[in-house]
């Protein structure tokens, strides 16, 4: 059975990455790109997601496995590095019933709130007007990057 997928007539994440729409992207590789999302749902939340458009974890390539782990790594090392939470949360949604609402696979990364957990429902929109970061692998290399 195929999973129910959310309608979308473009990918925005794959508008983001054409530079179509502003957002912050902390890094962009070959195979995969890490965003800050504008629903920070954590004390620092971000999307690790392939470059290539694939719907959902099912259609990772093999090649993308690996880089996709360890840019979740990296992430939740930076995310442990700038807020010291007390725990750091990692999910991934697949198809409309697991609430999946935008059609690229993207591992949310967010260090856990004072009082625990992260934020669920409507949360405030960061806005990425002016926010559009350089890509350079090598922007990334300090400590918290590692
Ligand atoms: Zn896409």
Redesign the pocket.
Known sequence: MALSMPPADR?P??DYLAGLHPVTVLEQGEQVAILVTREQRGQGHVLVIPIA?RPTVIDVAPAEEQQLMNAVRRAARAIAAVYDPGGIAVWQNNGVPAHQTV??VHFHVAGTLPEGGTRSGEVPRLDHRRDRQASQPSSLSGPAWG
């Open positions: 990918c994440f794959c458009h059609p690229h």
